[in-house]
């Protein structure tokens, strides 16, 4: 059984479909029940499945193999390549949600890495007094200031003391992806 369910946009009009209005005229609602049953199924399955497991899905929906044949084949709802089916239009609901999942996960990948050198970061420190610590970390909010800018190449950062900074491999990227603006950037921490 799986953790995550998922969803995918379903028009709250899909019943006026003109090609829907030919499957209810043609099958009723057990027509338009075994669409949606069918468009779960290849959702589920990654937006394909054999035609070989239409006697399978006809026994889930308890009704006959034609009825679902006739579904898949006679309303342009669905294509049929070789032995296998699909539908266009879920196939590309799915390819968005994979793309914006990718895009997710690259980002939170970066924000680790992030998260990790500032971590780094803070470790080099641990050897000095509670005193410095603290002092040094007042510092670095006093930079995190309105003021600060990136320079028109993007390669640098502009503090409003008139000092700039050179960014990391790591940060360039981040600025680059417009993952962090400048007032995220700290006076001294290069990575």
Do not use: C
């Not at 003109?18 to 589920?44: H, T």
């Not at 609901?93 to 690259?106: A, G, W």
């Not at 500032?118 to 670095?140: I, V």
Request: net charge positive; hydrophobic share 35%; no cysteine.
């Amino acid at each position: 059984m799986k953790n995550n369910t998922f969803y995918f946009s379903h028009d709250f009009n899909a019943h006026n479909d003109f090609k829907i209005l030919f499957l209810r005229q043609q099958l009723g609602m057990e027509g338009y029940g075994i669409y949606w049953f069918l468009i779960e199924s290849l959702a589920d399955a990654g937006g394909t499945l054999p035609l070989k497991i239409i006697p399978v899905l006809s026994m889930q929906m308890q009704t006959n193999e034609v009825k679902v044949l006739a579904v898949i084949n006679e309303f342009e709802l669905f294509n049929v390549v070789e032995d296998r089916f699909f539908s266009v239009r879920l196939n590309e609901h799915l390819n968005k949600v994979n793309n914006i999942k990718s895009i997710n996960s690259e980002k939170g990948k970066r924000s680790a890495e992030v998260r990790r050198l500032n971590s780094a970061g803070h470790r080099l420190n641990s050897g000095s007094t509670a005193d410095e610590q603290r002092k040094g970390k007042e510092r670095k909010e006093k930079e995190i200031i309105k003021g600060i800018s990136f320079s028109d190449d993007r390669m640098k950062v502009n503090f409003p003391d008139g000092t700039s900074q050179k960014l990391g491999e790591s940060q360039l990227s981040l600025v680059n992806a417009n993952l962090t603006n400048p007032g995220q950037i700290v006076k001294g921490l290069i990575y």
